[in-house]
């Protein structure tokens, strides 16, 4: 894999794809810098050989040029601070400021340039542009997971403008790579759990993984549309009606590849979708009307509690329950506290998807697993066994 780590960039004004799509308050304050803190790791690199980094990301979704909520200017004072040195930054990221700045930039200097999608080029992964952008810099780096799967002018049109000065940056290596821990370098017993609301958005990740798994675990509302075609009865409970024949193929499938398909056996049920409901326990095939399950129960998470700890390598996306709501956290927090037992234990476990690193944020588990991926639909398009344009682009 074709890293910063190959590379001197000493005198060498390093163009650098990073993810810098973070949460602002009403006031333009970051409230979670998740993102930011996993590139300086690179930045510091590139600077650390003598070389100056000229940052490119997006932020939001304008819809028709500059929007003051959107402009990455807001990033600075943060940026600037965490560096521990000035950030300049351009008021455009292809015009005369731009320009200007780039062409004077010293080594050890970092630029940030205003957000590419204040031009609508960038995601038609327009050519011009991302000639333009190219021009800014002598070298790129794409440390940007988080985009890696759109075909967009920054994140992958740009690389050929780059034949044989382009390379991964540190958070892009360490997600492919720990991706790969999982796809390809997998230690067996192999436990997937998949949680989450739907089927529909499953289908393809299960399709890969079931001759990769030994163990697949399915939680939170997609376990319904399952037990309803297994004959069960899940009242008010979510289902996917369309899904039920599909879903009777994948427990069929499971078992003629020999993979143990676990669902769950009792649930926590409420009478409305409310943390204030009144709830009960009870078989998670026999929920009665109009009484919906929001959380796996306790004899499930016991259950699950003993496949995960006897796994060597774990894939965890998805919540088990409603774990916004405390009365249906117990589910998600239980799978959450044996994904870190078991990594304690020597597994490798990796947890990715919006939810379910919520969660492991939630109970303070995040340092508790191998590794927790940023990359949202990034990383469910590679579990998905699709290529990634902007890994490609990198790679070819």
């Known amino acids: 894999?074709?890293?910063?780590?190959?590379?001197?960039?000493?005198?060498?004004?390093?163009?650098?794809?990073?993810?810098?799509?973070?949460?602002?308050?009403?006031?333009?304050?970051?409230t979670d810098t998740t993102r930011i803190d996993a590139t300086i790791h690179t930045i510091r690199k590139i600077i650390n050989d003598g070389g100056s980094v000229i940052l490119m990301s997006h932020l939001g979704r304008p819809k028709g040029g500059p929007e003051e909520k959107f402009s990455l200017k807001h990033l600075v004072p943060y940026l600037a601070e965490k560096m521990n040195c000035p950030v300049l930054f351009a008021d455009d990221c292809i015009g005369e400021s731009a320009q200007k700045l780039a062409a004077g930039l010293k080594p050890g200097e970092i630029?940030?340039?205003?957000?590419?999608?204040?031009?609508?080029?960038?995601?038609k992964g327009d050519e011009?542009?991302?000639?333009?952008?190219?021009?800014?810099g002598d070298f790129y780096v794409n440390d940007a997971f988080g985009t890696a799967h759109r075909a967009h002018a920054s994140t992958t049109v740009i690389a050929k403008f780059f034949p044989k000065t382009k390379a991964f940056g540190y958070v892009m290596a360490s997600e492919v790579s720990n991706l790969n821990k999982v796809l390809k370098e997998?230690?067996?017993?192999?436990?997937?759990?998949?949680?989450?609301?739907?089927?529909?958005?499953?289908i393809e990740i299960i399709n890969h993984l079931m001759d990769k798994v030994d163990n697949l675990i399915i939680g939170g509302g997609m376990m319904f549309t399952f037990i309803k075609a297994l004959g069960g009865e899940v009242g008010n409970s979510m289902i996917e009606e369309e899904l039920l024949d599909l879903s009777r193929n994948i427990v069929e499938g499971?078992?003629?590849?020999?993979?143990?398909?676990?669902?769950?056996?009792?649930?926590?049920?409420?009478?409305?979708?409310?943390?204030?409901?009144?709830?009960?326990?009870?078989?998670?095939?026999?929920?009665?009307?109009?009484w919906m399950g929001l959380d796996i129960g306790p004899n499930?998470?016991?259950?699950?509690?003993?496949?995960?700890?006897?796994s060597e390598t774990i894939l965890w996306n998805g919540p088990m329950g409603v774990f916004e709501m405390d009365h249906f956290?117990?589910?998600?927090?239980?799978?959450?506290?044996?994904?870190?037992?078991a990594t304690e234990n020597g597994a490798f476990s990796l947890v990715g998807g919006g939810d379910s690193v919520a969660a492991l944020h939630k109970y303070?588990?995040?340092?508790?697993?191998?590794?927790?991926?940023?990359?949202?639909?990034?990383?469910?398009?590679?579990?998905?066994?699709?290529?990634?344009?902007g890994v490609k682009a990198i790679e070819a």
């Open 111 to 123: 630029l940030l340039l205003e957000n590419l999608r204040f031009y609508k080029e960038e995601e």
């Open 329 to 341: 956290e117990e589910g998600t927090k239980l799978i959450a506290q044996s994904v870190a037992q």
């Open 128 to 136: 011009g542009f991302a000639k333009k952008l190219s021009a800014l």
């Open 364 to 389: 303070n588990l995040e340092d508790k697993v191998s590794y927790v991926s940023t990359g949202g639909g990034a990383m469910l398009e590679y579990i998905e066994g699709k290529s990634l344009p």
């Open 254 to 290: 499971a078992k003629m590849m020999g993979v143990n398909l676990y669902l769950p056996i009792d649930a926590v049920i409420a009478d409305v979708f409310s943390n204030d409901a009144n709830i009960k326990i009870c078989n998670a095939y026999d929920i009665p009307d109009p």
């Open 300 to 310: 499930s998470c016991q259950k699950f509690d003993h496949v995960i700890k006897k």
């Open 1 to 30: 894999m074709q890293t910063i780590d190959n590379f001197n960039f000493k005198n060498i004004k390093a163009l650098v794809r990073v993810d810098f799509n973070v949460p602002l308050d009403d006031t333009y304050h970051i």
């Open 186 to 202: 997998a230690k067996h017993p192999f436990t997937a759990i998949l949680g989450g609301a739907k089927v529909s958005g499953k």
